[in-house]
C-alpha cells in the first residue's frame, strides 16, 4: 500500500518511537524510507545571543547528522536528509510536508509528545502542524 514513507526525527524518545513504526511499516510494505532532521533557523537565532551564530548553526548540522546516521544503522537502505527552515518563521512542519511532497512521500510518520494546555499553547506541535498541511496520510505515534 506505501510505497515512500518519510519520518523526521529529532532523537528524542517520542521520535525513535515514531522512526521504529516507520522501519516496520517500510519492511512490511517492502516501501522506501526517508529520514529527516530538520535544523530550525529559529532556535540557531534564539541561541546565539552572544554572537556565535556559526557555532550553533554547526552544533545543530552534528546533532542532527548523529541522529540520522543513528537511524541509518537501525534501517540501513533508508534514505537520509538534514533540511533546514530557509527562514524565521518558516514552521519545522511546513518544510517537513515540502520535502515529502518533493520526495513523492505516500506517507508520514511522525511522533507526538501529546501536550496538551499551557505546554502545547507556549511549545506548539510539529505533528499538528504536519496533521494541518499535509496531502497525503500521517500516522502520528504518541510518546510515553
Known amino acids: 500500500m506505501y510505497k515512500r514513507i518519510l519520518v523526521p526525527v ?5 521520535s525513535n518511537a515514531a522512526l521504529d513504526q516507520a522501519i516496520g511499516l517500510a519492511r512490511d510494505q517492502k516501501a522506501e524510507l526517508r529520514v529527516v532532521y530538520v535544523i530550525d533557523e529559529a532556535a540557531i537565532v534564539a541561541g546565539s545571543e552572544y554572537g556565535d551564530m556559526l557555532g550553533v548553526e554547526k552544533a545543530q548540522i552534528e546533532a542532527g547528522r548523529a541522529v540520522l546516521e543513528k537511524a541509518q544503522a537501525l534501517f540501513p537502505d533508508a534514505q537520509t536528509k538534514l533540511l533546514e527552515t530557509e527562514k524565521v518563521g518558516q514552521g519545522i512542519s511546513e518544510v517537513i510536508v515540502q520535502d515529502a511532497g518533493e520526495w513523492g512521500a505516500d506517507l ?8 496538551t494546555g499551557l505546554r502545547h499553547l507556549l511549545m506548539g506541535s510539529v505533528a499538528e502542524g504536519i496533521v494541518r498541511i499535509s496531502k497525503v496520510p500521517v500516522l502520528l505515534v504518541r510518546g510515553a
Open 108 to 115: 508520514i510518520v511522525a511522533g507526538t509528545h501529546g501536550r
Open 10 to 14: 529529532d532523537g528524542s524518545k517520542t
